[in-house]
């Protein structure tokens, strides 16, 4: 009973983590930020799951050992995956961030003078903030 649950779990993980890889694949961050709370509720409960099995001693034997070595090779290919995917969106995001901080930043320009010959104070960048919400 306590594989079986293990696997299940298991399998829960595979699909939130499969959900959220195909978001980032197609760059929908939206939805691939939606989706990161159901992986963070399956990725706990396969923990405990796993947890519960070490703790008792539990190995799995015949079918379920081929099922969770098989288990075993899905959530790390995934995992990596996921990894890679989210490293290429954190990228991504940060190049945005700094266009268009430095779209804030205005062109270099000559120096100018006010009527008292003195240079004129340069006109101070704005302060900016970006945000969003999924």
Do not use: H
């Not at 499969?18 to 706990?44: C, G, P």
């Amino acid at each position: 009973m306590m594989m079986q649950t293990m696997l299940q779990t298991g399998e829960r993980l595979a699909e939130a983590l499969s959900a959220e890889n195909e978001a980032l694949t197609i760059l929908d961050l939206k939805r691939a930020a939606t989706l990161a709370s159901a992986k963070v509720q399956a990725s706990d409960a396969f923990s405990a799951a796993y947890s519960a099995a070490m703790r008792t001693g539990l190995r799995a034997a015949g079918a379920e050992g081929g099922a969770v070595q098989a288990l075993a090779e899905q959530l790390r290919d995934l995992t990596s995956e996921n990894r890679r995917l989210l490293e290429r969106a954190i990228g991504l995001q940060s190049k945005v961030i700094e266009t268009l901080a430095g779209a804030a930043i205005p062109a270099s320009r000559p120096a100018t003078y006010a009527g008292n010959g003195f240079r004129a104070v340069p006109r101070q960048t704005p302060a900016m903030a970006v945000t969003a919400r999924a």
